[in-house]
């Protein structure tokens, strides 16, 4: 069987709330299925691998193959939790240690 | 690669529509440089025509603070082809962007074969009132407009009106590529939190057709390219695209 790559997204959340892991979760998951649809979500394998409140960073994780797809749905987020935001990719990489080198 | 040649390959990035209310100083300085600070070297913002020349130069004063190249837009909204013509003869070579908004078919023709035009723009919601066909792509092709194509919209509205909106973009790309007509990308937003980065901007494109090195030329080359064919015309040394004066006086 192939081996699935992966990509690791760093991102920037630019909000004037504190949204917690779980609506940001939830932002970026509703984003992706509302643009692609639960057929098109279930293929990005998007996971949420560290989120840092304090400082509104992330790191995701989604498939190679629809990198395009949920770079996309990161754009159109508008608002995370009820307060408007802007969800920015900082660094794109295939290994988190190559991402964390990126972002510092 | 040495390091002043990857410097030489680097994209500066273009956002040719950035919506700022110019009585707002605090705002258009906020605006600008959250604009800056997303990746973009050169910003123009529409201004109305009968725009002060000291209203202008705050303003590039305030985008060279800021570390960006400003460029001054006019945005025409004219109803018949006359009047599209009467107001790019006063306009053109006060602004270095001329978008027309072709708001009928005649207006949208006349717009695509002239020259002095360099952005064909159509109503956003109004589908039937968006007249970039293959009839319009042949002309513009023929004559320096480029499409332009804002991602307000996408980013506002929701459900069927932006599956129809996406649907609309995605068959007039398709006939810009195979007019060879240029596509650029812009925002068209006044509020902060909607701007986005160029390679954001380049993704949202992907949705409508367009491969990742076509997004990015349309966020930076396609419109860069505006921006300095227009500036060399309205220099002073300029004659005809090509010839320049590089010298005058007796001792010629």
Redesign the interface.
């Known amino acids: 069987m192939k081996r699935v790559k992966r990509r690791y997204l760093a991102l920037q959340l ?2 004037d709330g504190l949204p917690s892991r779980r609506e940001f979760m939830e932002a970026v998951w509703g984003a992706v299925t ?2 692609h649809g639960e057929h098109g979500a279930s293929l990005t394998s998007l996971a949420l691998i560290d989120y840092d409140s304090e400082r509104k960073m992330a790191v995701l994780r989604t498939s190679l193959a629809t990198l ?2 949920v ?2 749905s ?3 987020i ?1 608002s995370v939790a009820g307060s ?3 969800v ?2 900082t660094a794109v990489s295939g290994t988190i240690k190559a991402l964390h080198k990126k972002t510092q | 690669m040495p390091r002043n040649e990857v410097a030489a390959v680097k994209r500066v990035f273009a956002d040719l529509h950035l919506c700022l209310n110019v009585k707002d100083a605090a705002g258009t300085l906020r605006t600008v440089n959250k604009a800056v600070a997303l990746g973009y070297g050169i910003v123009a913002v529409p201004l109305t025509p009968e725009v002060g020349v000291d209203e202008v130069e705050r303003l590039r004063t305030v985008c060279s603070e800021a570390g960006a190249d400003f460029a001054t837009r006019v945005d025409l909204q004219p109803r018949t082809q006359n009047e599209l013509m009467r107001q790019l003869r006063r306009l053109r070579r006060k602004f270095e962007v001329v978008c027309v908004s072709c708001e009928n078919k005649a207006v949208a023709r006349q717009a695509a074969k002239d020259r002095r035009v360099d952005l064909l723009s159509f109503p956003l919601l109004d589908f039937r009132r968006r007249f970039f066909d293959r009839a319009e792509a042949e002309l513009a092709s023929n004559s320096f407009a480029a499409l332009e194509v804002d991602v307000k919209p996408l980013l506002v509205l929701e459900g069927p009106m932006r599956v129809r909106l996406l649907s609309s973009l995605r068959r007039e790309v398709a006939i810009a590529k195979k007019f060879h007509v240029p596509v650029v990308i812009s925002s068209g937003v006044s509020k902060e939190l909607l701007l986005r980065k160029p390679r954001e901007m380049a993704a949202l494109a992907f949705l409508f057709g367009l491969d990742e090195i076509s997004g990015l030329e349309a966020v930076s080359q396609s419109a860069n390219l505006i921006v300095e064919r227009n500036r060399e015309k309205l220099s002073s040394g300029f004659v005809a695209p090509g010839i320049r004066v590089v010298k005058e006086g007796k001792d010629c």
Do not use: I
């Open positions: 630019d909000s509302k643009l395009d797809l770079r996309a990161l754009a159109l508008k408007e935001a802007a920015h990719v």
